[in-house]
């Protein structure tokens, strides 16, 4: 089946720098990707969503870029902290159902 | 706390024996996703239900694994058998009716098989 990837599997950056995390989906109907953060033993927690109709979206500290000319995502991180450790996670998906995630990549924050 | 609850949070199982995982989805959330992590890698989606309905079972395999979600209770992931292979983390999100949207993870159960 279709499938989601990224670029990187880690990336190490120092506190306080941004940090910009690419994602590669394959399904080009997607219409709706979402951010997951996962620290270690928990559960993915939600991010930042955007849905194919926009090309960016801010949050707080964060930024997600569409582009669906060439099916990418990526997550911008702003002057990132040592609570931002963790693996993030890529998720498209067709009308907000069945969501496909990608393999994920650990982001470690160098003091 | 209206979050997706999921337990045992820990469960340990030998070979042959049965594991059962419950999910509480968030509350007004009638729709719950089950996925199965392995260590170091992504979620691969198993099973996506509703109340009393399986909507899509096409990442479960086909034999020991079924799912339920009853009108009352929790959704309920029975792994029959299991085999060391089943070790993994089991993790069940939730999303709002119409199963459209941002879904919501529990904390996960990591299955450990002896």
């Known amino acids: 089946g279709e499938s989601v990837g990224l670029h990187l599997p880690t990336l190490s950056v120092q506190e306080g720098d941004n940090s910009i995390i690419n994602c590669a989906y394959s399904?080009?109907?997607?219409?709706?990707f979402i951010w997951y953060k996962q620290e270690s033993g928990k559960g993915p927690q939600f991010i930042i969503d955007i849905r194919s109709n926009m090309d960016k979206r801010q949050g707080q500290r964060v930024t997600v870029l569409l582009n669906k000319t060439v099916k990418h995502l990526s997550l911008q991180i702003a002057a990132t902290q040592p609570g931002d450790s963790a693996v993030y996670f890529c998720a498209e998906s067709l009308y907000g159902q069945n969501f496909v995630f990608g393999p994920g990549t650990r982001l470690s924050v160098l003091p | 706390n209206a979050g997706v609850m999921q337990n045992p949070r820990h469960l340990v199982r030998r070979r042959g024996q049965e594991a059962r995982l419950r999910c509480s989805p968030m509350?007004?959330?009638?729709?719950v996703y089950w996925y199965r992590q392995l260590p170091e890698e992504g979620l691969k989606f198993m099973v996506y239900?509703?109340?009393?309905?399986?909507?899509?079972e096409s990442g479960m395999p086909k034999e020991r694994f079924s799912a339920e979600f009853p009108k009352e209770g929790p959704s309920i992931l029975r792994i029959q058998q299991v085999v060391r292979g089943d070790s993994a983390a089991y993790f069940c999100?939730?999303?709002?009716?119409?199963?459209?949207?941002?879904?919501?993870f529990g904390p996960g159960t990591r299955l450990t098989v002896l």
């Open positions: 239900l509703q109340k009393e309905n399986i909507i899509d």
């Open positions: 509350k007004g959330h009638s729709h």
């Open positions: 999100a939730s999303s709002p009716p119409g199963g459209v949207g941002t879904q919501y």
């Open positions: 399904n080009s109907a997607s219409d709706y």
